[in-house]
């Protein structure tokens, strides 16, 4: 795949500090990385802005927003605010897409937190179009309902996206999330140019540990990785993809080494 | 729930022998068991059916058909016989549903895997309907993709019952698959007369060991399961109804004790 479009997102190496990870992007040519905001909240915004122009490294995107369902008002509005935050940061990066995690039920009917859900994003819609941002909902995979999001399919992210209805949402289509599912092709298909994100990563079931935090190294897994890359290539993407490999084991061990394999098989996808 | 159309899935009580696992359905008036292949195995379809009429206990459905990809034709082939034996099985038990459990890629395409599950069902549809036995189509949760079900979800189920087209091929509702779902609601209701079966169990992400057997106890996880057993019933489902839990830490306590917890869960469902 081309290099020309790859990006680090830096949790792959979530040890290393955002300046360890930027020096890391350009000793191997990663022409872009994707931001946390935690490590972003450790250097500055400035800062980090300062530092990704003088070394060149473009920002795909910053992750994330959202978390949005909680019984309480006043908690829901701080995350709006803190999402409306997020999208600040990013246009401060120059970064196109702030990643939405969208949020678990936090203990309700699972109705009502769809619906805190869009009207969070609702909420956060026109902040992100003057900003110059696209709100990437990323549909998380069903596993993870509990941990992370009720939002977990690509069909749920597109109709949620097209009910709202601003050019400032999108979608991000992260193969961890979605390879499982049937209607995965026609839903990267109905996104079209509403796609604001592409991860890749590889699948093996989980097996003890934190389950946000076991993916694969690209290729050691069962994902149909050309076949989602030509998809989403075929719907008209063309923006940054992200090696996104968030997994426990490897934060623990040789990371450039990891990173090394990393970018050696984001190549060799065909 | 009522009581009159609660079924015992035996697997609850796995490490229970089949004759172990009806008496504690009489001790209880559990008027009904969900029997599985390898206890059947054990003690032979003749006994297992006289010892199913003499105690009063009926069979709900038979565990399980299926595991139809693989590379090779003649392993295919030799699983449809295999399911075909199990529509045997099923008919000498008088359960009214063989459980197919479809089979995970085995290292194939997915849509070559897709493929060889339909052909499989519908090589099995006419013996089964010969048979007097719906073949149950049952989605897996979307992680057990690798180890049990490229079929993970219900509107996939219900494309594929419809596409084959039998009065034998129905599908079943397990809500530890699909309460995620945000169509579940939308496909119980459109698989209308074809749900030929509805088991409870509860979600708890599973956390280390076998992501198969780590089903939470009814009422202590987060699907909504009063939610789902309405739909069913509004759907018109009006056979029995499965308590499932697979679950290693309780297959090594006090399974007599799981067993009476989930009875009385099960009828406070509401």
Redesign the interface.
């Given at each position: 795949m081309d290099r020309r479009v790859l990006s680090l997102n830096q949790y792959t190496v979530k040890p290393w500090s955002l300046e360890a990870a930027v020096a890391a992007c350009v000793a191997r040519d990663v022409p872009s990385i994707a931001v946390w905001r935690d490590k972003l909240a450790e250097l500055g915004t400035a800062r980090t802005a300062h530092l990704l122009r003088a070394s060149g490294v473009r920002a795909s995107s910053v992750c994330r927003g959202g978390f949005f369902p909680h019984p309480s008002p006043g908690e829901r509005a701080r995350r709006i605010d803190d999402t409306r935050r997020a999208i600040d940061e990013a246009a401060a990066l120059g970064a196109p897409t702030l990643v939405l995690v969208c949020g678990p039920?936090a203990g309700q009917?699972?109705a009502d937190a769809?619906a805190q859900v869009a009207e969070g994003i609702a909420a956060c819609a026109a902040d992100a179009q003057r900003a110059g941002v696209r709100l990437g909902i990323e549909p998380l995979?069903?596993?993870?309902?509990?941990?992370r999001s009720i939002i977990?399919?690509l069909?749920?992210a597109n109709?949620l996206a097209a009910s709202i209805g601003s050019p400032a949402v999108g979608v991000v289509v992260d193969v961890y999330h979605v390879f499982?599912?049937?209607?995965v092709l026609d839903e990267i298909a109905r996104a079209g140019e509403r796609i604001a994100g592409f991860h890749l990563s590889d699948?093996?079931?989980?097996?003890?540990?934190d389950?946000t935090a076991q993916r694969a190294m690209i290729g050691d897994g069962?994902i149909?990785l050309g076949?989602l890359a030509r998809a989403v290539a075929a719907a008209g993407y063309r923006d940054d993809i992200e090696i996104e490999i968030l997994n426990e084991a490897a934060w623990a061990g040789d990371l450039d080494r990891w990173l090394d394999t990393a970018v050696a098989r984001y190549a060799a996808i065909a």
């Open positions: 039920p009917p699972f769809r995979h069903p596993m993870m309902v509990t941990e977990a399919t069909g749920e109709d499982w599912d049937v209607r699948w093996r079931t989980p097996n003890g540990g389950v069962c149909e076949t």
